[in-house]
């Protein structure tokens, strides 16, 4: 009697490689750390080295607006970078696109810090930086999607914010070692004037070392990244065949109103982010009085070749705090630490509350913040009482900051189904930064000088930002329960 056949046991099929969570969150904080590292490089070199060395023009409002201009054209790039970045992300993969992005970036900033300046070549020198700081821009409009799309389609269920918040990481760590790394390379060349002064080293070449640095910080950022795969929900797109050719023109179709949504949902974010770092940096430094602030300027035109002009420095000039840089980019930096927690605290509440009654509760402060400046930014009778008041006012702008920013990582992301989500959130990221960063700098300026040098109405600029973001945030749906896996998102998906 012959026995029984017995089924043979189905071998299963090897698992899909996964991202280890260690390797997820080290690849989305490393790298957008070493991307944020080099904006800021130059965003710290805008306000403390450029006007003097790139845009010498005898006015000290005028060399300011310049420098700050070429700062804001980069912004200009980060929506074709993002369109780029995000087109080969959504058709070929998250992994090769962000490791293209932070290679153009350490590229670009090793090479300002090779380059010539006004005194050598005249104008070119100008130029070059303007080139430069595009390809920056360019770069940062892919890293960020990019890298929030490793942290969030890599999550565990139920924990998408708190991983996305691990790229937003990157914004304080990178500012931190920017401005320390500036910091020390001060304080490590000899100051005739001062310690709390620029020495006439730091501005021959003392200010090229942060930028040539970054090259040590690319390849340790290539080495993690290359060690990732695929997300399950990108392969899982591929293998449905419902990769698109063309994810711009579906995003512009399909998805046009989530797209103006999450642009305007991250505008005070863009705005806040920039007025505490580069308007407060450029308003905390600038003297509180004419004499000082003509001897500092002579200084600055005799260093670059060009003739002082007195009475015409008087009549463009307007006051600030008159911090030292040094005790001011401390002061800062006490202020970004808050920054970092709070991005962090930010992800675990938005994941038990809801991203939108976050955001609603965070921007209606930031109005209310916006409306203050006058109460913590005019010098006091006591200069204690005016350091202790802006450090309160970093500490504050910087803690709203954290709490804003940390969610943004899961927020614009969510917006989109898997097969356009990287030029989704990529555009709508960038075009606010069109409208806020590029802006606010520019702008910021401007209505200082308008008002004589109180910085009031800067505050109202950014409450006005903040109303828009308000009525964003209002208008958009709860993204906390959106299904990445099935590839649907919000919105429709469509055939193109």
């Given at each position: 009697?012959?026995?029984?056949?017995?089924?043979?046991?189905?071998?299963?099929?090897?698992?899909?490689?996964a991202?280890?969570?260690?390797?997820?969150?080290?690849?989305?904080?490393?790298?957008?750390?070493?991307?944020?590292?080099?904006?800021?490089?130059?965003?710290?070199?805008?306000?403390?080295?450029?006007?003097?060395?790139?845009?010498?023009?005898?006015?000290?409002?005028?060399?300011?607006?310049?420098?700050?201009?070429?700062?804001?054209?980069?912004?200009?790039?980060?929506?074709?970078g993002?369109?780029?970045?995000?087109?080969?992300?959504?058709?070929f993969?998250?992994?090769?696109?962000?490791?293209?992005?932070?290679?153009?970036m350490?590229?670009?900033?090793?090479?300002?810090?090779?380059?010539?300046?006004?005194?050598?070549?005249?104008?070119?020198?100008?130029?070059?930086l303007?080139?430069?700081r595009?390809?920056?821009?360019?770069?940062?409009?892919?890293?960020?999607?990019?890298?929030?799309?490793?942290?969030?389609?890599?999550?565990?269920?139920?924990?998408?914010?708190?991983?996305?918040?691990?790229?937003?990481?990157?914004?304080?760590?990178?500012?931190?070692?920017?401005?320390?790394?500036?910091?020390?390379?001060n304080?490590?060349?000899?100051?005739?004037?001062?310690?709390?002064?620029?020495?006439?080293?730091?501005?021959?070449?003392?200010?090229?070392?942060?930028?040539l640095?970054?090259?040590?910080?690319?390849i340790i950022?290539?080495?993690?990244?290359?060690?990732?795969?695929?997300?399950?929900?990108?392969?899982?797109a591929?293998?449905?065949?419902?990769?698109?050719?063309?994810?711009?023109g579906?995003?512009?179709?399909r998805?046009?109103?989530?797209?103006i949504?999450?642009?305007?949902?991250?505008?005070?974010?863009?705005?806040?982010f920039?007025?505490?770092?580069?308007?407060?940096?450029?308003?905390?430094?600038?003297?509180?009085?004419?004499?000082?602030a003509?001897?500092?300027?002579?200084?600055?035109?005799?260093?670059?070749?060009?003739?002082?002009?007195?009475?015409?420095?008087?009549?463009?000039?307007?006051?600030?705090?008159?911090?030292?840089?040094?005790?001011?980019?401390?002061?800062?930096?006490?202020?970004?630490?808050?920054?970092?927690?709070?991005?962090?605290?930010?992800?675990?509440?938005?994941?038990?509350?809801?991203?939108?009654?976050?955001?609603?509760?965070?921007?209606?402060?930031?109005?209310v913040?916006?409306?203050?400046?006058?109460?913590?930014?005019?010098?006091?009778?006591?200069?204690?009482?005016?350091?202790?008041?802006?450090?309160?006012?970093?500490?504050?702008?910087?803690?709203?900051?954290?709490?804003?920013f940390?969610?943004?990582?899961?927020?614009?992301?969510e917006?989109?189904?898997?097969?356009?989500?990287?030029?989704?959130?990529?555009?709508?990221?960038?075009?606010?930064?069109?409208?806020?960063?590029?802006?606010?700098?520019?702008?910021?300026?401007?209505?200082?000088?308008?008002?004589?040098?109180?910085?009031?109405?800067?505050?109202?600029?950014?409450?006005?930002?903040?109303v828009?973001?308000?009525?964003?945030?209002?208008?958009?749906?709860?993204?906390?329960?959106?299904?990445?896996?099935?590839?649907?998102?919000?919105?429709?998906?469509?055939?193109?």
């Amino acid at each position: 009697m012959s026995s029984p056949t017995t089924a043979p046991t189905p071998v299963s099929a090897p698992a899909a490689p996964a991202n280890p969570r260690s390797r997820v969150i080290t690849a989305s904080l490393v790298g957008t750390t070493i991307e944020f590292y080099d904006f800021y490089v130059y965003a710290t070199a805008a306000v403390l080295v450029f006007p003097i060395l790139f845009f010498p023009t005898g006015n000290d409002t005028t060399a300011l607006l310049a420098s700050f201009g070429v700062f804001g054209a980069a912004m200009i790039a980060r929506p074709l970078g993002a369109i780029i970045f995000g087109h080969f992300g959504d058709r070929f993969g998250r992994k090769a696109t962000l490791v293209g992005s932070l290679l153009t970036m350490g590229v670009a900033t090793f090479l300002i810090g090779c380059l010539p300046t006004y005194n050598d070549i005249g104008w070119w020198a100008a130029l070059l930086l303007l080139v430069l700081r595009l390809a920056q821009g360019f770069a940062l409009g892919g890293e960020w999607s990019g890298a929030a799309l490793v942290a969030t389609e890599n999550a565990p269920a139920g924990k998408r914010a708190w991983y996305g918040t691990f790229p937003q990481l990157g914004a304080p760590l990178g500012f931190i070692i920017a401005n320390s790394v500036f910091l020390a390379i001060n304080f490590l060349l000899p100051h005739p004037d001062g310690a709390g002064q620029r020495s006439a080293d730091f501005l021959a070449w003392g200010w090229r070392v942060p930028f040539l640095f970054s090259a040590v910080m690319v390849i340790i950022g290539l080495w993690v990244r290359l060690r990732l795969v695929e997300s399950e929900s990108f392969t899982k797109a591929e293998q449905k065949g419902a990769i698109r050719r063309f994810p711009l023109g579906t995003v512009v179709r399909r998805h046009w109103w989530h797209l103006i949504l999450g642009t305007f949902i991250m505008l005070a974010t863009y705005v806040l982010f920039y007025l505490m770092t580069n308007f407060t940096l450029s308003y905390g430094t600038k003297a509180a009085d004419l004499e000082t602030a003509s001897a500092a300027a002579q200084a600055a035109a005799e260093a670059a070749g060009k003739t002082f002009d007195a009475a015409a420095f008087a009549a463009q000039f307007y006051p600030g705090l008159g911090f030292a840089y040094t005790d001011f980019v401390l002061m800062q930096i006490i202020g970004v630490v808050f920054f970092g927690i709070f991005t962090m605290l930010s992800g675990p509440i938005a994941d038990a509350i809801g991203r939108r009654r976050l955001l609603l509760w965070v921007t209606a402060l930031i109005i209310v913040f916006g409306l203050t400046f006058n109460l913590f930014l005019l010098p006091q009778a006591d200069p204690r009482f005016t350091g202790a008041l802006a450090q309160a006012f970093l500490i504050f702008g910087f803690m709203l900051m954290g709490a804003t920013f940390g969610p943004m990582g899961a927020v614009l992301p969510e917006l989109f189904p898997t097969n356009v989500r990287y030029t989704g959130s990529a555009v709508a990221y960038n075009l606010s930064s069109i409208l806020g960063a590029a802006l606010a700098p520019i702008v910021a300026v401007a209505l200082w000088a308008a008002a004589g040098g109180s910085p009031w109405l800067v505050g109202v600029y950014l409450s006005a930002m903040g109303v828009l973001t308000f009525i964003a945030v209002i208008l958009a749906p709860e993204t906390k329960d959106v299904d990445y896996d099935a590839d649907l998102g919000v919105g429709v998906t469509g055939s193109l």
